[in-house]
């Protein structure tokens, strides 16, 4: 209750992330909110000699719980989810609602004591059926960088644990859920934040400071540095309108992510200008990088200049900047030379 209310009290105050976002976590917190008054009053039920209607009632409702508040969870990591994704978490709610009569799922004998029924595992498969899903699809979103995934890998894990151990000790563990879920929950709305302040809100690279931050974590490790710096983006905006600038400069990070491999971190720098810190990546793993970025840009109807440099014995992150930089000049100056366009001023 100290994290829901506090999660509330937070919430209310927000104006970094979308109000998309926020009204998905408030939900999920009003979702769990709700799930531990209905536990806590069904396992006061459990603890007397006589039956009583409501019990069935409210164990049916927290299995229905459960369910939504996976599929809420996975709404907030992964928002662009389409509606069906809401089917199994129904379904598994009439089969609830309708095993108090029918005994279908689970009932509660005449001396208060909980049995499942023919189905009784089926809340347990489709939630099963939810974290299958969200493993998946924690994969297939990958651009999350690697420390991006240890939150989301803990997060499920834990998430699975709770699930799984009420199968084998019910009575210790059925609380545990509900209280993994809120502190999840806390703790990725934190890494939202967190995440906020890493990247570029237009193309969802990394942004400027994680620039400076990862060139002093990752010095040793450094081992070249590739400039960007996209051709013509002054006369897309004169011509068709920054939202088309915009639009220009989503696609060439788009491009210069896809090209990008393990141990070679994109960054958004300012205006049309990205770089690339390469870890422990050889001369020719760069131009092989270089030759996937122009690949991939021949897909678009943009260019951009590009430059690298190589780290020496006496090479600082600054040096390989400026020589790469320098670079990336003489091919922008080469560009604009061939094509006979106007070369915009550069700062």
């Not at 709404?75 to 994704?85: A, C, D, T, V």
């Not at 699809?137 to 151990?165: A, G, P």
């Not at 760069?286 to 970025?293: K, M, Q, Y």
């Amino acid at each position: 209750m100290v994290l829901l209310i506090g999660m509330g009290i937070v919430l209310y105050s927000d104006v970094h992330l979308e109000q998309k976002m926020i009204r998905r976590i408030a939900i999920a917190n009003v979702l769990m909110f709700l799930y531990s008054i209905s536990c806590y009053a069904e396992t006061y039920l459990g603890n007397q000699t006589e039956y009583t209607l409501l019990r069935p009632i409210l164990s049916a409702f927290n299995y229905s719980l459960i369910t939504f508040i996976l599929v809420t969870v996975i709404m907030i990591m992964f928002p662009n989810q389409k509606r069906y994704l809401f089917f199994p978490a129904v379904m598994n709610t009439v089969l609830c609602f309708i095993s108090v009569p029918t005994k279908i799922v689970f009932f509660i004998s005449e001396d208060n004591h909980f049995f499942r029924g023919t189905l009784g595992y089926l809340p347990y498969f489709i939630n099963a059926l939810y974290l299958l899903y969200f493993i998946i699809s924690l994969f297939r979103n990958s651009r999350s960088q690697k420390e991006d995934f240890r939150l989301i890998l803990y997060i499920s894990l834990t998430t699975i644990m709770c699930l799984i151990l009420p199968l084998f000790a019910s009575d210790s563990t059925s609380h545990w859920f509900n209280m993994t879920i809120a502190v999840n929950v806390m703790l990725y709305y934190v890494f939202l934040l967190q995440k906020s302040t890493k990247h570029d809100p237009l193309t969802n690279l990394l942004n400027r400071q994680s620039y400076y931050t990862d060139a002093e974590r990752y010095s040793n490790d450094i081992t070249a540095v590739v400039a960007m710096d996209m051709n013509g983006l002054k006369e897309i905006n004169d011509r068709e309108g920054h939202i088309a600038g915009d639009t220009a400069l989503q696609v060439l990070a788009d491009c210069f992510w896809k090209a990008a491999h393990h141990g070679q971190r994109v960054y958004r720098i300012g205006g049309d200008e990205y770089m690339i810190l390469c870890i422990d990546t050889t001369e020719d793993e760069v131009l092989s990088l270089i030759e996937r970025i122009r690949q991939e840009l021949a897909k678009t109807p943009y260019t951009c200049s590009i430059g690298y440099a190589m780290k020496t014995e006496d090479s600082t992150i600054d040096k390989l900047y400026q020589l790469a930089d320098a670079m990336l000049y003489k091919d922008k100056k080469q560009f604009y030379e061939s094509t006979g366009k106007d070369r915009r001023k550069r700062k």
